[in-house]
């Protein structure tokens, strides 16, 4: 069965704004709160402090990006979030575009699929309590953390094209997918994580999760049609070049390179799901029949456009629709 979670759909200044949407995860059908990399209150911050007011829910980092941190670091704060918070994590690490790494390091990684090795590597052997020998090329370092009874965290990778899907089927507990359609997981995607799950003599696979963009039509949303939705809330993303490849790669027409164009192909191939409930039950429906194991709620757009009670209201009325009995 197909679990569904919650991704915190804005970048909260506030703790109190990330609250509410804890609450739902709590008293509803959810499985997990999501947050992606933000850049004004760290989510790792964000989620032990949800913990301390009281909202303590599994959590799931989807995704934060290596540069930013050393795997000693990247396991420590994952697994203080799973003592903060008495629930299960998900950390997932992504090494993000190649002007992100040379703004953060100097220089983009020479072999990102090579560094994302070395790096799970080490952030799954830390959090299994082991010593770490570190032996590079790019991180050298000897560490083991401190013995804590935790919940369990498991080690995500962002997979986007075969490369490192196959490296996740070989390395990871959890595939994580942004923007990519449900036939292009079925097709490409999830065979390359079992061909790498094959080669590394895996006997069962990496869970697969998926962040799905969603927005229902509604009263009072004049003109906020599936793709005026795509684009608020992945208009970055349908710009970067490495998104563009991999909705090239899933059928997406991003030759024109104008982001209307790119944004009539998230929604005409399910990368985005929108239109009524039934419509978008339909859409997810499609993700959970090409073998994905947990859907993400993606209600950015709705955020941004509409505010926080919208997209409260999206997300329980869909939840209530795909958790039903």
């Not at 200044?13 to 933000?38: H, K, N, S």
């Not at 079992?194 to 004049?222: I, K």
């Not at 505010?307 to 329980?316: F, K």
């Amino acid at each position: 069965m197909t679990d569904y979670s919650v991704l915190l759909p804005c970048v909260p200044r506030r703790l109190e704004q990330a609250l509410p949407f804890a609450g739902l995860v709590r008293w509803t059908g959810a499985a997990r709160l999501w947050q992606g990399q933000a850049m004004v209150m760290e989510p790792h911050q964000t989620f032990t402090g949800m913990a301390g007011a009281g909202f303590r829910v599994p959590t799931g980092f989807g995704v934060t990006l290596m540069p930013l941190r050393h795997p000693y670091e990247a396991a420590l704060q994952a697994r203080s979030v799973a003592l903060a918070t008495g629930e299960p994590v998900i950390a997932g690490f992504g090494p993000g575009s190649p002007a992100f790494q040379a703004n953060i390091l100097g220089a983009p990684y020479a072999r990102p699929l090579q560094v994302a090795r070395e790096y799970v590597t080490a952030v799954r052997g830390l959090l299994d309590g082991e010593t770490v020998e570190a032996t590079g090329p790019h991180y050298t370092f000897r560490g083991q953390l401190a013995p804590a009874a935790a919940p369990r965290v498991d080690v995500g990778l962002g997979v986007l094209r075969p490369g490192m899907a196959r490296l996740a089927g070989e390395v990871a507990d959890v595939v994580i997918t942004w923007l990519t359609p449900p036939s292009y997981l079925r097709d490409v995607l999830l065979p390359a994580v079992a061909e790498g799950a094959a080669r590394a003599g895996r006997t069962s696979l990496p869970r697969v999760v998926a962040m799905v963009p969603t927005g229902l039509e509604a009263d009072g949303r004049e003109g906020a049609s599936p793709e005026r939705l795509a684009v608020a809330g992945n208009a970055a993303h349908m710009q970067a070049p490495h998104y563009l490849d991999m909705l090239g790669r899933a059928g997406v027409d991003v030759s024109s390179g104008q982001l209307a164009d790119v944004a009539r192909g998230v929604v005409e191939t399910g990368a985005f799901v929108g239109g009524d409930l039934a419509q978008v039950v339909k859409g997810l429906r499609a993700y959970e029949e090409a073998g994905v194991d947990e859907i993400v709620l993606n209600t950015t757009a709705v955020h941004k456009l509409f505010g926080s009670r919208d997209s409260l209201s999206d997300l329980s009325s869909i939840l209530q629709a795909v958790t039903a009995p």
